[in-house]
């Protein structure tokens, strides 16, 4: 009875490996493939970012662009994403229901550069805006700030042209700064987050808010007085 057992059991085994063998040789070259369209559809994004900046400085004499940063997600958060779901991990599913596999992140000096430049993007005629979620003027309730765009954008393959989903996150400085913070400090192991850490870090993120705001009225001021002539010397 034991050695029936025994062989039952490895040939179920054998069968698991087997078909986890099958799946990643059907998968693996279908994957990859998405992934670098995913790659190129980031480049024809932030190539417009990269245009938009270099405009304003020649036009403006300023660069709305503190800093541009790309990601692809990997393979281990995509299942992760698609677990959660509960979507079986196929790679039509992968494209049909995960937005962020493509992520540029926008760094903007002043919170009204980011909505230019949001503007900006969706007024492009080969852009399609499909989600936005605006958590600067509907902050999170733990303070997270930025404005967030699911857009689809034209590549252009040998024989096809293919609409791939990129995720644009918008931040000033600060914006940004503590989102990168917050986020190290949250997913510390072995760390439960008590309510005064988070009121702490809610503190924070209000702070900077004010000071965005601050900042921006400064800017406003100084650009009214080169306007006008008036802070020449000043400025
Ligand atoms: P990664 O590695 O940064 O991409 P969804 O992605 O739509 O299923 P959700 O929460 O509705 O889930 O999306 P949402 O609100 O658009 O936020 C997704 C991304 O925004 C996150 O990506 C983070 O990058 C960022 N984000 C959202 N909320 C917070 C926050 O409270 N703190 C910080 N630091 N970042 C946040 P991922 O998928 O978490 O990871």
């Not at 493939?33 to 995913?38: G, N, T, V």
């Not at 494209?95 to 493509?102: S, V």
């Not at 760094?107 to 550069?113: A, R």
């Not at 003027?137 to 857009?151: A, C, D, E, M, Q």
Request: proline fraction near 3%.
């Amino acid at each position: 009875m034991q050695i029936f057992n025994e062989e039952i059991k490895n040939a179920l085994e054998k069968n698991l490996y087997e078909h986890f063998a099958e799946f990643i040789e059907e998968q693996t070259l279908p994957f990859k493939e998405l992934m670098a369209y995913y790659r190129c559809a980031m480049l024809e994004v932030s190539t417009k970012f990269n245009v938009l900046n270099e405009e304003f400085s020649l036009q403006y004499d300023r660069n709305p662009i503190e800093a541009i940063k790309t990601r692809l997600k990997t393979p281990e958060s995509i299942m992760n994403k698609l677990h959660r779901r509960d979507i079986e991990p196929t790679v039509e599913n992968i494209e049909k229901n995960i937005y962020d596999i493509a992520g540029i992140r926008v760094v903007c000096g002043f919170p009204s550069d980011i909505f230019m430049l949001a503007d900006a993007l969706a007024g492009q005629d080969d852009i399609t805006v499909i989600e936005k979620k605006d958590y600067i003027n509907t902050p999170k309730p733990n303070g997270y700030r930025s404005l967030h765009l699911i857009v689809e954008t034209p590549i252009f393959l040998h024989d096809k042209k293919k609409l791939m989903k990129v995720e644009v996150q918008f931040r000033t400085i600060s914006m940004d700064w503590w989102a990168s913070l917050e986020h190290k400090i949250r997913y510390k192991k072995n760390v439960t987050i008590t309510d005064e850490i988070n009121s702490e870090l809610l503190l924070c993120a209000e702070i900077g808010a004010g000071l965005d705001k601050r900042m921006e009225e400064i800017h406003d001021k100084v650009v009214k007085m080169t306007e006008t002539g008036n802070g020449k010397d000043i400025v």
